[in-house]
């Protein structure tokens, strides 16, 4: 037997009882929801001679964690934190959570939600406590119109609802593939939510749709605050992906030079230690952080952190047994380039969802490590390899669907000319130009990157839910 919540689209009236009721038993904080009502409308008014008819529409949606039959949030969660019930009921282990973040961005409905208060995840957890104790869960309780309920599904295979669902007009939405699922509920999800939904009238027209109170519901972009830093949005996020790609792609392009140099050795150890000091600065509860290989069966992020402490373990050995440890680090520094792509690469974040995820990383890893060689050991195959790298960047970035942020990717796309060009120069010129030409291309590549990695995030504000 699995539990599932029904929600009848068709007669709620928006009052918003169950989401108060939510907020009020689980003692969330300001800003944070674990049920939602989204107000949906479209429609408009047309002129037919004298008279004007209309098409507008309204419907609202209640909605909480749906507690899937496939929970993604469960399966990309580096700690191992999620629970899921023989009943179906999925919530987190809110002892185990090291405040990540990562279940939020995988989740296709938006349902955990960070508590900057206690400094982790949280989310609906179908009052199990209600249920064990025979009573129902707080926001069926308070819904006046008893538009929201509760079922229990039969398993197996096909996972059959109560049989009174389709006679109520109830469509069991686990059963339907995502792409048949109504407006706002996003269509690319194959986590099979366990929602029984009648639809409302406008939710089957053909009118275009938008969500009304956006900014009430939407996922707060809480920065993570923990007792070693105020919180900083996405940069320590930024600063780790690109301290982390920068080391992978300096053991590349070092492991053709013969032997390792000291300023080499020393960049890459400083790249490791800030890198993993900003990845701390990103958890919510840093403590916990020992916890973050629990889950390499099925985690990216728990293989990424892997990688991540294995890469430092082979410059180690690169330090203290010098001709040692060069082909771990190469061969560290590519699966950590490639876990950090897959870490990205979430179907409920349709722009990163995609190949140009991995060649961006990859190239970022290329340019930078090869910039950041050729500054300790001038080579003009090194300011060649940059320039062409470069080159792949401006083709990834020209393949982009709908881009936006058309400033921002103009400024980028400047600078990478401009990296280019100082490319070729360094590569032509090297006798005759000193380390500030070397220098002053890097940085100029730097911020280039850093532009790319923040027009990268700004792609978690265009979710669906
Ligand atoms: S709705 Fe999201 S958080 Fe809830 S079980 Fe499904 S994937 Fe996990
Ligand atoms: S450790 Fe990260 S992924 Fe796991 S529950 Fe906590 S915030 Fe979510």
């Not at 939405?173 to 029984?196: A, D, K, M, V, Y």
């Not at 410059?315 to 792509?341: D, Q, R």
Request: contains cysteine; charged residues 15%.
């Amino acid at each position: 037997m699995t539990y599932a919540f029904t929600f009848d689209a068709s007669a709620c009236s928006g009052c918003k009882a169950c989401q108060i009721a939510c907020k009020d038993k689980n003692n969330l904080p300001v800003g944070v929801l674990w049920r939602r009502v989204y107000e949906v409308s479209g429609g408009s008014w047309q002129q037919q001679g004298s008279a004007w008819t209309t098409d507008v529409f309204a419907y609202n949606l209640s909605i909480a964690c749906n507690h899937c039959v496939h929970p993604k949030c469960a399966g990309v969660c580096p700690v191992d934190a999620y629970v899921v019930r023989p009943d179906g009921i999925v919530y987190i282990d809110e002892s185990k959570c090291v405040g990540c973040g990562y279940c939020s961005w995988a989740c296709p409905y938006s349902a955990p939600r960070y508590n900057p208060e206690l400094r982790h995840m949280m989310k609906c957890n179908f009052c199990f406590d209600n249920l064990d104790a025979g009573l129902p869960p707080a926001c069926v309780a308070a819904c006046p119109l008893r538009v929201l309920d509760i079922v229990t599904v039969d398993d197996g295979p096909t996972m059959v609802g109560s049989g009174l669902l389709p006679a109520q007009g109830l469509q069991p939405l686990w059963n339907i593939p995502g792409p048949e699922h109504p407006f706002p509920l996003p269509t690319f999800s194959r986590t099979q939510p366990h929602l029984g939904l009648k639809a409302h009238l406008g939710m089957v027209n053909e009118l275009e749709k938008e969500i009304s109170n956006w900014e009430e519901i939407k996922p707060q972009s809480t920065p993570r605050k923990n007792f070693l830093l105020k919180g900083f949005g996405e940069l320590p996020l930024i600063i780790f992906t690109l301290c982390g790609q920068m080391a992978a792609g300096m053991a590349l392009f070092s492991f053709f030079l013969e032997p390792f140099s000291i300023p080499i050795l020393i960049t890459l150890g400083g790249l490791i230690v800030l890198g993993g000091l900003a990845s701390l600065a990103h958890l919510g509860a840093p403590l916990n952080a020992w916890r973050t290989l629990n889950h390499l069966k099925k985690s990216w992020l728990s293989r990424e952190i892997l990688l991540f402490g294995l890469f430092g373990a082979s410059w180690l050995t690169c330090l203290f047994i010098p001709g040692m440890g060069k082909l771990p680090l190469a061969l560290c520094g590519i699966g950590l380039v490639y876990s950090m792509a897959r870490v990205y690469r979430l179907r409920s974040i349709p722009a990163w969802d995609s190949w140009r995820t991995t060649a961006a990383f990859f190239l970022s890893a290329g340019v930078l490590g090869a910039l950041a060689v050729h500054l300790a050991e001038p080579k003009a195959w090194l300011a060649i390899g940059a320039g062409f790298l470069l080159a792949a960047e401006v083709g990834v970035m020209l393949s982009e669907k709908n881009p936006g942020y058309e400033t921002a990717r103009k400024i980028r796309g400047g600078l990478i000319l401009l990296g280019m060009t100082g490319a070729a120069a360094l590569a032509f010129l090297m006798e005759n130009t000193g380390s500030w030409l070397a220098s002053g291309i890097f940085l100029i590549v730097l911020a280039e990157e850093i532009i790319g990695r923040w027009l990268f995030y700004q792609r978690l504000e265009e979710r669906v839910l």
